[in-house]
């Protein structure tokens, strides 16, 4: 079993930055791929970065790619989203989540609660 706790949402100005966090609980984070997923109202969830669990692989959705950097700590059960270059269309849940996958995807097994990330023009 995996905990996933977002965290570091907020209001931001259009051009501006922000750094999500998602702290995990389980010994078996490690192991896992790591993901951030949005959803915007009325849109589907879309994959956004994925990182290996080693780090030697990530993944960026092509609206994101240049802007967003995803990171991970094995050693602090965390994994990271930095995002600068904010636009509107970038409002959304962020949702945090592990699972046994590759790539950009949407089949994670473990969920966070999401963190709301609102860019104003």
């Known amino acids: 079993q995996v905990q996933l706790v977002e965290s570091g949402g907020g209001l931001v100005q259009a051009g501006g930055s922000l750094r999500l966090s998602c702290a995990a609980s389980g010994r078996t984070f490690s192991t896992y791929t790591m993901g951030w997923l949005r959803q915007a109202p009325g849109k589907e969830r879309e994959s956004v970065a994925a990182?290996?669990?080693?780090?030697?692989?990530?993944y960026y959705a092509d609206s994101v790619k240049g802007r967003f950097t995803i990171s991970r700590d094995n050693a602090k059960n965390t994994v990271y989203l930095q995002m600068n270059s904010l636009k509107p269309e970038d409002t959304a849940v962020y949702y945090c989540?592990?699972?046994?996958?590759?790539?950009?995807?949407?089949?994670?097994?473990?969920w966070g609660q999401g963190t709301q990330v609102t860019v104003s023009s």
């Open positions: 989540a592990a699972g046994r996958v590759l790539g950009l995807t949407r089949d994670y097994t473990y």
């Open positions: 990182i290996s669990w080693s780090s030697s692989s990530t």
